[in-house]
């Protein structure tokens, strides 16, 4: 069975460059979450999506943008990159049918992003 | 604002050690709590997680003692082996406004020798 997969695994960019990464979700799971994770500290949420609407948004900036797809399929995009912006961006997924059940995150591998 | 304190950064024990991680948090909308694992160039893989009406879970050879009163819970790995060496994330997650977010401690480097 295919887990969650990200495209692409490592991206180098410049400063004030865009950026889009790219997540596939397991099959039937209909949700998709998306992290930030800086080297040495623990993930940070950033987006949660379902049946292609935006459910919750953690504290980042408005160059940090989502959208999800019919096929549940999801994008990140990143505008203006900082060199803060460098990090292991992670995607989970989950059933998301009851928004009321604390689910299960299945987490992909990441695109490790550096911004120079 | 960290949510979810986690200790120790980093711990080694010999093989066959039982390592204990420990996390404390202050938010008591907080309703699951999750303990992921991580290896060097993987995404984090669920290993056991607990509800606050329980206070103790095991799984296997890992444990997770929560104690609601103090706000604090703990993961515990019995009979270590070098397998086990990763990085362990404790979180937490309230369930509001309809979504359920995690929200991570900083980590535990754990090694263990052979």
């Known amino acids: 069975d295919a887990g969650v997969t990200q495209s692409p695994t490592h991206l180098i960019k410049t400063r004030g460059q865009h950026v889009t990464l790219r997540c596939s979700p397991i099959s039937g799971h209909k949700s998709v979450s998306w992290y930030q994770q800086v080297l040495g500290q623990g993930p940070q949420f950033i987006f949660q999506?379902?049946?292609?609407?935006?459910?919750g948004r953690g504290n980042f900036p408005d160059r940090f943008s989502a959208r999800q797809f019919p096929n549940y399929s999801s994008e990140l995009n990143v505008n203006a990159l900082l060199l803060g912006d460098s990090a292991l961006y992670l995607c989970?997924?989950?059933?998301?049918?009851?928004?009321?059940?604390?689910?299960?995150?299945?987490f992909g591998p990441g695109t490790r992003l550096l911004v120079l | 604002q960290q949510q979810v304190k986690q200790s120790p950064q980093s711990l080694i024990v010999q093989k066959g050690g039982i390592p204990i991680i420990n996390c404390a948090y202050e938010n008591t909308a907080f309703d699951y709590f999750p303990w992921y694992q991580q290896f060097p160039g993987k995404g984090p893989a669920l290993l056991i997680a607990?509800?606050?009406?329980?206070s103790e879970k095991k799984e296997g050879r890992f444990t997770i003692s929560f104690n609601k009163s103090a706000k604090q819970f703990s993961l515990h790995i019995m009979d270590s082996q070098p397998g086990d060496s990763a990085t362990y994330f404790c979180?937490?997650?309230?369930?509001?406004?309809?979504?359920?977010?995690?929200?991570f401690g900083a980590g535990t480097r754990l090694a263990v020798h052979p």
């Open positions: 989970a997924s989950s059933w998301g049918g009851r928004a009321s059940l604390q689910e299960t995150q299945y």
């Open positions: 607990i509800r606050p009406d329980v």
């Open positions: 979180a937490a997650s309230p369930f509001s406004g309809g979504y359920n977010k995690l929200i």
């Open positions: 999506y379902y049946e292609k609407e935006e459910r």
